[in-house]
């Protein structure tokens, strides 16, 4: 008798055993998981309210295309190309291009700096990243 309920220990151990086993690894996973899905929803924020700053500067309805044209080649933040479908900021008569979001929120903090990484025609970045 003795025997036996020993037996039926050893297998509800080995049962609560495996049982804490897989908890744990659903902790662990679903940890992974959530972990790895929050990123990018700070991400696609981060985008959006970038893209929310570029659209002040420049009024549309006031500005004539003609009138206004990005003056520049290369992104006076990053150095990359100019993107001309991307946000563009106006500053001391000029029309600044930008390689991406977020790059016109940085210049528009202190375009003094940054328009000094151009050239004077624009073409060139001559600053610091």
Known sequence: MYY???KENERN???LKQIVMIISMFVIFGSL???QEKPEEQTEVTQ???LATTEE???SSTVDSAELQIW???CPVMGNKVDVDGPTVEY???LYGFCCPGCDAKFEKNPEK???NLSDDGTKFIGRK
């Open 4 to 6: 036996k309920i020993e």
């Open 13 to 15: 151990n080995k049962m």
């Open 33 to 35: 998981i959530i972990a």
């Open 48 to 50: 959006h309210d970038s």
């Open 57 to 59: 500067p420049v009024d």
């Open 72 to 74: 520049n080649k290369v």
């Open 92 to 94: 001391n008569g000029k």
């Open 114 to 116: 940054y328009s000094k």
